[in-house]
């Protein structure tokens, strides 16, 4: 393992598993896979796993009696455990509409840089982005891959309402509101996929290591997605992510 | 049945919350004060997984459309059966039509009605807690109509109420662990976080209660990490943040406490200006 971790107490009930402090896919994909092999070997004894960029957060459902035991239990599963039953990860198709009417700080993003609208939105959409965990709200993405020519300040005054399917640029990350929110970040565009839906089976369709790409659609297209996702047509584009 | 006559200023319906949807980033929710509604669900000899609404400072009403039991736990709101006063923490035969009041506050901030068999809302992702977007209301409204199990009433009612510590309400002293970014603190701040006595903000809610105190710093943010009900974040401003049961799953602020599991429960019949204390133990 070139990745070593450390391992510390987090209340009575949880193990926090921390690697170094950086973000990038080599620390998430070796993550995920040591939580699929704590899963595999250990299923009985945790409520739930946390991923965060750089930690996972085991839940157990009784109070640890023992942590240096179970900690010294995890690394023997670190050390000696090679396969595990892998997640199967996907690449998600997310049609955004870019236009102004809906990317409502894009023109003050383009007076701040020196990029064109049109150069903002042919970077934002070409690029391929790593689902790293979900936080904040229900369904919303922690996005690993944004250019660094798109990386812009969070806006110092926050709206008290951001629409449901706004895509966002706060600092060196991108991702969509799921739900109405307030939020501070700038909105370059909007889709109308739902991230959130606790009605479904899988309320929110993706996971860490998945992965999202952004198409660009034009207005009458996204009105056109609107009124086939309302009643429950319109299948998300998907393709197996393989090794 | 359940008719909400009066919903109050903020009553919810809650479960032992949802566990296990970390990786949507669904937060657990639950009963703020799990202690008192397990009590009202143990006193009715339900399972600790039926749901019960949650009330925060009384003023409100509620009719039964049906003979059943109920228990009512935690805060004393001063309740009521057909204005005839009633006994916290013991179980009590209401007939149909009955109107159960709460009103004047006399401790705590949050009671737990149970009734037995449960309360039966829908649920959504294994848990009838209400939290926004996801069950399609966030807080039980005047006129709604709750429905309940319609187990048999039982004919004998004991009149012995279960003795509740008051300790659970009065205690100023907050038992936590050292959180995992409880090493970033100097000494200094590390002496401040126990001895300062910390008092509630009005920033409180299901969420989180912001302190009023503050302790200086400049320990930078962590990169986006899971969070819990019972975290203790500490913000560059200095202020603190007790996360509680409506917590979003993950935060980037450093976790320098965490509560033990009933210093969560003492710390949700606290109100705003409240005083108390962080005390050490150990894991």
């Known amino acids: 393992m070139a990745n070593s971790k450390t391992y510390k107490s987090f209340g009575p009930k949880a193990i926090l598993i921390e690697w170094k402090p950086v973000i990038n896919l080599g620390i998430l994909n070796d993550i995920i896979d040591f939580r699929d092999k704590i899963k595999n070997q250990k299923s009985g004894l945790f409520l739930d796993f946390c991923v965060g960029y750089n930690s996972l957060t085991l839940l157990f459902k009784e109070n640890i009696a023992d942590f240096k035991k179970e900690i010294e239990g995890l690394q023997e599963i670190d050390a000696f455990i090679t396969t595990s039953l892998k997640t199967q990860n996907y690449q998600w198709e997310i049609p955004v509409c870019y236009d102004l009417e809906f990317g409502i700080d894009l023109k003050e993003m383009s007076n701040l840089s020196n990029l064109d609208i049109s150069e903002i939105i042919e970077i934002h959409s070409n690029n391929l982005y790593t689902v790293f965990f979900i936080g904040f709200l229900p369904g919303f993405l922690y996005l690993g891959g944004l250019d660094s020519e798109l990386f812009f300040g969070r806006k110092a005054n926050p709206r008290l309402h951001v629409e449901k399917g706004s895509v966002g640029i706060g600092g060196q990350q991108t991702g969509v509101y799921p739900i109405n929110s307030a939020g501070g970040w700038n909105i370059i565009g909007k889709s109308p996929i739902n991230f959130f839906d606790a009605d479904k089976e899988f309320p929110c369709f993706a996971k860490s290591g998945d992965q999202i790409k952004f198409n660009a659609i034009s207005k009458e297209e996204f009105y056109d997605l609107e009124k086939l996702i309302l009643v429950n047509k319109y299948q998300l584009l998907k393709t197996i992510i393989h090794d | 049945m359940i008719k909400v006559l009066k919903a109050g200023f903020y009553t919810t319906i809650q479960d032992q919350g949802r566990i296990g949807f970390a990786a949507m980033g669904v937060p657990i929710s639950g009963a703020m004060d799990l202690y008192s509604s397990n009590l009202a669900n143990s006193i009715l000899n339900n399972s600790f997984e039926e749901a019960v609404l949650e009330i925060t400072f009384g003023v409100c009403q509620f009719q039964f459309s049906s003979k059943t039991s109920i228990c009512i736990s935690g805060a004393d709101f001063s309740p009521t059966i057909n204005q005839l006063p009633v006994v916290l923490n013991s179980k009590i035969l209401v007939n149909e039509k009955d109107i159960l009041s709460f009103g004047k506050i006399n401790f705590g901030a949050r009671c737990y009605l149970a009734v037995k068999g449960g309360i039966l809302t829908a649920q959504k992702l294994s848990s009838r807690s209400l939290f926004k977007n996801i069950t399609s209301s966030s807080l039980v409204q005047s006129g709604d109509l709750l ?48 001895e300062i006595l910390f008092s509630i903000s009005n920033d409180n809610n299901r969420m989180g209660y912001k302190l009023n105190e503050t302790i200086t710093n400049n320990i930078p943010s962590i990169l986006t990490s899971a969070v819990l009900p019972g975290t203790v974040q500490l913000t560059p401003s200095g202020k603190l943040i007790v996360l509680m049961r409506d917590c979003q799953v993950t935060g980037g602020y450093p976790r320098v406490l965490q509560l033990s599991a009933n210093a969560i429960n003492k710390l949700a019949q606290k109100k705003t200006g409240s005083k108390f204390s962080f005390i050490s133990i150990k894991p």
Do not use: W, Y
Request: aromatic share 8%; charged share 20%; net charge negative.
């Open chain 2, 147 to 194: 429905p309940i199990s319609l187990v048999k009433a039982e004919v004998k009612v004991s009149n012995t109420a279960v003795k509740m510590n008051q300790s659970h309400f009065d205690s100023n002293l907050i038992e936590c662990f050292k959180g995992p970014e409880f090493e970033l603190l100097n000494t200094q701040q590390q002496q401040q976080l126990f």
